[in-house]
């Protein structure tokens, strides 16, 4: 049996395949984001728009291509057509800070920052960061790293990660859940 990812059976494959490379690979997210907002972008004007060496570029798309989910056509890079819809509402949902990008997929949270010329990525679970808008929106409290670890039983690492989106969200829709209100 051969590798699926580019496979186009049934209406929602591309979905699937789609959010479960993005979760596996959130580093490339930047480059799905800027190629579809472009309309299709070359491999130089990819390196601007991101702000990364050549290298990095290439090796991305060279991931995105043999993905399926990106395809060059003379020169210029863009998304295949049966992954437009889902890539649409994934940029709808993603908050940009300058170089940040903040994202809701399946039952996770995941932030993906370009800076000095690399990608860093971190996700947390939507559980865990929906039990931390439940304590501050009970108590009327901001908490910190330590007060978070504590109240959820878990690791200062993850608790600082859920205190920095929670920073990020509100800066990003201004809201407790993170989602914009119609």
Known sequence: MGNSIGSDKGVARPGKILYSFIISNPWLYPFIYAIYSTQGASIEEL????????????????????????????????????????????????????????????????????????????????????????????????????EVSQALAIDIGTATKLVKLRRLIKECWGNPQGISSD
Not at 72 to 101: A, H, P, Q
Not at 140 to 146: K, L, Q, R, Y
């Open 47 to 146: 390196r601007n728009i991101i702000d990364l060496r050549m290298q990095l570029v290439k090796r991305a798309l060279w991931w995105l291509v043999k993905s399926g989910i990106v395809e060059e056509k003379g020169g210029r890079f863009y998304i295949r057509r049966e992954y437009m819809d889902y890539v649409n509402e994934l940029k709808l949902s993603t908050c940009i800070l300058k170089d940040t990008y903040i994202l809701r997929v399946k039952d996770a949270h995941i932030v993906v920052a370009v800076r000095n010329g690399r990608i860093i990525h971190w996700a947390v679970p939507s559980e865990l960061y929906d039990k931390v808008v439940e304590l501050e929106k009970n108590t009327n409290v901001v908490f910190t790293s330590g």
